[in-house]
Nanobody, 118 residues
Framework: QVQLVESGGGLVQPGGSLRLSCVASGFTFSSYAMSWYRQAPGKERELVARIIKAGGSTTYADSVKGRFTISRDNAKNTVYLQMNSLRPEDTAVYYC???????????WGQGTQVTVSA
């Protein structure tokens, strides 16, 4: 069955770094666009970063541009989110997402908590 398993979250001080990983199984990873979303308490889920299936094009939310980097390793069925210069407002549950338009499919991981606090 389809699985997206995130890891790498935790507690970090402002200005620190974390790297999130998402290991996928149960579908053809290289055929899917992969994204990271986040949801803070009381707020809607928002797109953080996206990388297309070929890995050549990326999209970032304005709030994370220059600080976060999304990458993927199709040989390992894994997508990463390198987060640098973390701020308290980055605190949220971070979710991995896999999307395909043909065939239509949309998969989500269970989320990993990132807390940025002194």
């Amino acid at each position: 069955q389809v699985q997206l398993v995130e890891s790498g979250g935790g507690l970090v001080q402002p200005g620190g770094s974390l790297r999130l990983s998402c290991v996928a199984s149960g579908f053809t990873f290289s055929s899917y666009a992969m994204s990271w979303y986040r949801q803070a308490p009381g707020k809607e889920r928002e797109l953080v970063a996206r990388i297309i299936k070929a890995g050549g094009s990326t999209t970032y939310a304005d709030s994370v541009k220059g600080r976060f980097t999304i990458s993927r390793d199709n040989a390992k069925n894994t997508v990463y989110l390198q987060m640098n210069s973390l701020r308290p407002e980055d605190t949220a549950v971070y979710y991995c997402n896999a999307f395909s338009s043909r065939p239509r499919a949309d998969y989500w991981g269970q989320g990993t908590q990132v807390t940025v606090s002194a």
